[in-house]
C-alpha cells in the first residue's frame, strides 16, 4: 500500500537525521574537550573526563552529550561544583547545526522555494555521490566553531586546529575524485563553469596546475630556508623585546613610587604616568594584545615575511607558465578561446582546485596583513588568520575564502561599534578570528541564496519579458 511506503520512507528518513543529529551532538562534546585542553596544553584523548574541581570521573551516562550535563542539573554528582552550561549549549548549537544542514542539502523536498534556494546545486546529486563534501564541509564548520570559542577566551588560535580542517579537505576531494575516476562516475548537476563540488579551473586549466605546484614546492622552500636558517621566522624577537618592554615598566614604576614629585627632566617616567599602557598583567589576553601591538619592528618583520614567500610567489608564476607551455600546442575553440593539445582530467583538477583554494585564500588574507602591517607599523592580522582561510580554502575553493575575508570585515566593524556602543569604548585591538569563522559560515551556508537572489535580479533587469 503506497501509505504504508509512505511511512516507512518517512521513518528512514527521520532516523538518518537524528542519526545526523546525534553525531553533530557527539562533535560538539568533541568541540568542548579541545577547547578546553588545547589552549591548556593537556593530552587530547586521555585523561577520560572528570570533574576539574574534585577530579571525579564522569560515568558514560553523564558522558552523553546535553543529557548527561540535564541528568547531572548543572552540577558534579560529587563535588557539587557547578559545570558551565557552555558544554550543553555548545553540543546542542553543533548538534541543529549538523541536523540542518543534512535536512536542507539531502532530505526537504525541493519544491520548496527556500531549500532550492539554500542548497548547493552540487547537493543534488544525492548524499551517496557526495557525502565527503558534506564530511568537508561539517568538518571545517566544526573546527571553526572550536577555533572561534578559543580565540575569544584566549586571543590565540592553536595551529593543530587549522591544518586539521586543510588535510581533511585535500584528503577527502582527492580521495573522492579517483574513487569517481576509478568507477567511471561524474556528478551530473555542479554550479555553472564547474565539474565538481567546488570551483576548478577546468579542462583548459593547465596554468592553474603548474602553478600549484610550484607555489607547494615554493612553500616547502621557504619553509626549508627558515629551518637552514637562511631566513629568520617573523617576530622570533617578540619574547625579548616583550621582556624588555615589561622590566622597562617596573623599573618606570619603582621609580615612580620611589619619588613621588616626579621632576621635568625624568622623561621616562613621565611616559609611564600619562598612562603609555603597558600592561603588567600578561595573565590577561586583552592586555597581551595591547602590548603585541606596541611591537616597534612590525615593519622590518613584514620584509622577513615577503622574503619567505618569494620563493612561493615566483615558483607559482614559472610553473604556471611551463605548465601552459608543456600542454600546447592550443588550437582555438569556439567555446574557451583557447583549447590545449590534452584536456586537465578531472581528479588533477580537482586536487589542483582544492591546493590552488588553500594557497589562493591564504595568500590574500597574507597579502592583505603585508599590506596593512606596513601602512600603520603594527601588526595587522595574525598568521593564524592566514592559516585559518587557507584550511578553508582547501575545503571549498578559492572563492568562498575570498567573500568570507570581506564579510568577516563588514561582521567586525558591526561587532566592534555595538561594543563600543555598549561599552562606551573603543578597543584598539580586534580578534579576527571568530569573524572570518563566521564570514565563512555566512558564505558557505548562504551563497547558493546569494546566488539565487542575484540570478533572479539579474534575470528581472536583463531580459524583462
Ligand atoms: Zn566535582
Known amino acids: 500500500m503506497p501509505s504504508e511506503y509512505t511511512l516507512l520512507i518517512t521513518l528512514a528518513e527521520a532516523t538518518k537525521l537524528l ?25 587530547i584523548v586521555s585523561p577520560p573526563s572528570r570533574c576539574p574541581i574534585c577530579d571525579t570521573r564522569l560515568t558514560w551516562r553523564e558522558n552523553i552529550p546535553v543529557i548527561g550535563w540535564l541528568l ?31 535536512a536542507v542539502w539531502y532530505m526537504l523536498p525541493r519544491g520548496w522555494g527556500w531549500v532550492a534556494w539554500l542548497r548547493p546545486e552540487w547537493a543534488t546529486n544525492g548524499l551517496i555521490l557526495t557525502w565527503p563534501m558534506l564530511l568537508i564541509v561539517l568538518t571545517l564548520l566544526s573546527c571553526l566553531a572550536a577555533m572561534t570559542l578559543i580565540d575569544a577566551k584566549t586571543r590565540l588560535i592553536p595551529l593543530g586546529l587549522l591544518w586539521f580542517p586543510a588535510i581533511v579537505g585535500l584528503g577527502l576531494h582527492a580521495s573522492h575524485v579517483l574513487v569517481f575516476e576509478a568507477r567511471g562516475l561524474e556528478l551530473r548537476h555542479t554550479a555553472p563553469g564547474t565539474r565538481w563540488t567546488i570551483p576548478l579551473a577546468g579542462p583548459a586549466g593547465w596554468w592553474w596546475v603548474g602553478a600549484s605546484i610550484g607555489g607547494v614546492i615554493g612553500l616547502a622552500a621557504g619553509n626549508l630556508l627558515i629551518g637552514l636558517g637562511l631566513i629568520r621566522r617573523s617576530f622570533a624577537d617578540y619574547d625579548t623585546w616583550e621582556k624588555q ?25 613621565a611616559v609611564a604616568a600619562e598612562g603609555r599602557a603597558i600592561p603588567p598583567d600578561l595573565s590577561d589576553p586583552e592586555a597581551q594584545a595591547e602590548l603585541w601591538i606596541q611591537y616597534p619592528h612590525a615593519r622590518r618583520e613584514m620584509v622577513r615575511e615577503l622574503a619567505f614567500l618569494a620563493p612561493c610567489v615566483s615558483l607559482a608564476i614559472l610553473g604556471g607558465k611551463l605548465a601552459q607551455h608543456l600542454a600546447g600546442p592550443w588550437s582555438p575553440d569556439l567555446m574557451y578561446g583557447l583549447e590545449p593539445a590534452h584536456a586537465v582530467p578531472l581528479w588533477l583538477d580537482v586536487i589542483v582546485g582544492s591546493l590552488m583554494g588553500y594557497l589562493i585564500a591564504g595568500g590574500v588574507v597574507w597579502g592583505a596583513r603585508i599590506l596593512a602591517s606596513l601602512a600603520f607599523g603594527k601588526e595587522a ?15 571549498v575553493g578559492w ?11 563588514f561582521i567586525g566593524v558591526f561587532f566592534e561599534a555595538l561594543r563600543a556602543i555598549l561599552a562606551r569604548r573603543v578597543r584598539r585591538t580586534l580578534a579576527f578570528g571568530p569573524c572570518l569563522a563566521m564570514g565563512t559560515a555566512l558564505v558557505v551556508l548562504c551563497k547558493p541564496g546569494a546566488e539565487w537572489l542575484l540570478g533572479m535580479i539579474l534575470h528581472r533587469t536583463i531580459n524583462l519579458p
Open 19 to 43: 542519526f545526523v543529529i546525534a553525531i553533530g551532538a557527539c562533535v560538539g562534546s568533541l568541540m568542548n574537550v579541545l577547547v578546553y585542553r588545547l589552549p591548556r596544553g593537556l593530552d
Open 72 to 102: 547531572l542539573g548543572g552540577k558534579c554528582r560529587f563535588c557539587r561544583a557547578r559545570i558551565s552550561p557552555e558544554y550543553p549549549i555548545v553540543e546542542a548549537c553543533i548538534a541543529i547545526l549538523f541536523g540542518a544542514i543534512y
Open 245 to 269: 618592554a615589561l622590566e622597562q615598566e617596573a623599573a618606570d614604576r619603582a621609580e615612580q613610587a620611589g619619588s613621588p614629585i616626579p621632576d621635568g627632566e625624568n622623561r621616562s617616567g
Open 381 to 395: 592580522l595574525g598568521l593564524g588568520d592566514v592559516h585559518l582561510m587557507a584550511g578553508v580554502g582547501a575545503c
Open 399 to 409: 572563492i568562498d575564502p575570498i567573500l568570507a575575508f570581506f564579510a568577516a570585515a
